[in-house]
């Protein structure tokens, strides 16, 4: 197992430069020292609508850092009730977001599932590096409180809580396939892409699944995820009535993240009026 330590700026600039003629050798794995936050792989099993998952993330995050568990927990896909679309944009641009995706079941338990570049013991996150095989992918199944107060609580960073306009049966189809993919990279690994194998991309890639071109790849709002809230406005992938700017400000639940506490009520606080932009749709239109 190797594991990979910042150097001086020198040492880090040389190694970006390098990086782009060690790529065609490199190759996915899973025997590396993982970062603790992406440590343990989700492990799936399926019996029935009974989907068992082991390693589910419940960390919780706050000033002294993060302390928590990874749990192994069932969920009943007949259950499901609700999905929502998580954006949290970093940077100066606009343009550099993460987005995820939450599920909603009948006994008020929330779980989010993330796709995100996996990063070694110590290693920081670049998407120039990402350009070049640096790092495998991963699914990260956590708590909605972990997943959420890691952007809100953490990192500082305002997140938008979309609910998606889906039938039950394609959001709980949604939900198998994102939890099946997780399964899979235990056996066959992939490198992450900063461009075509990100977040974004995979999310498009499990919602055409269910539904055939209903997300185009290649639209800049999916390489670009600060933009990939307008996309599914325009596309009505999210509930919501009125025009975007409106919305978009109306789902934002950074404040409410760090106003609640952190019990088991906290995902029902953050979803506070959220619903009341869901009843029309009449009225959408582009800005």
């Keep these: ?8 700026p020198a040492s880090k600039l040389i190694k970006n430069l390098t990086v782009p003629f060690k790529a065609p050798f490199r190759r996915p794995g899973e025997d590396r020292v993982w970062a603790k ?14 989907v068992t998952i082991k390693n589910v993330r419940n960390f919780r995050w706050g000033e002294g850092g993060k302390r928590g568990v990874y749990e192994v927990r069932t969920y009943d896909l007949d259950s499901i009730e609700t999905a929502w679309f998580v ?30 570049a996996r990063r070694e013991f110590g290693e920081p996150f670049s998407p120039w590096r990402g350009l070049w095989r640096q790092y495998e992918i991963t699914y990260v199944i956590a708590d909605e409180r972990d997943m959420i107060s ?13 609910p998606i306009e889906a039938e039950l049966p394609n959001i709980r189809g949604f939900f198998k396939g994102m939890v099946m993919k997780a399964d ?17 991309t995979n999310l ?3 919602i055409n699944e269910i539904t055939p071109r209903r997300v185009p790849k290649l639209d800049l709002r999916v390489l670009l995820p600060g933009y990939a809230d307008r996309l599914a406005y325009r596309l009505g992938l999210i509930k919501a009535g009125g025009n975007f700017a409106a919305v978009r400000e109306a789902h934002k639940i950074k404040a409410k993240a760090l106003a ?4 088991e009520n906290w995902s029902r606080a953050i979803r506070i009026e959220l619903n009341s932009y869901a009843s029309s749709r009449s009225d959408r239109r582009s800005r």
């Excluded at 890691?150 to 979309?162: D, I, K, N, S, V």
């Excluded at 899979?184 to 974004?200: A, G, I």
């Excluded at 609640?260 to 019990?263: G, H, T, V």
């Design 1 to 8: 197992m190797s594991i990979r330590r910042a150097g001086s």
């Design 37 to 50: 936050d992406q440590a343990l792989a989700p492990e799936v099993s399926i019996t029935g609508s009974k």
């Design 87 to 116: 954006l949290s944009p970093f940077g100066l641009t606009g343009a550099m977001a993460h987005t995820f995706t939450s599920f909603g079941f009948e006994d008020g338990a929330y779980v989010s599932i993330s796709v995100e």
């Design 150 to 162: 890691l952007r809100t609580h953490m990192r500082g960073y305002e997140t938008y809580l979309y």
């Design 184 to 200: 899979d990279f235990r056996t066959h690994p992939e490198f992450y892409h900063s461009l075509w194998n990100t977040c974004t």
């Design 204 to 206: 498009v890639k499990h």
């Design 260 to 263: 609640a506490p952190l019990d």
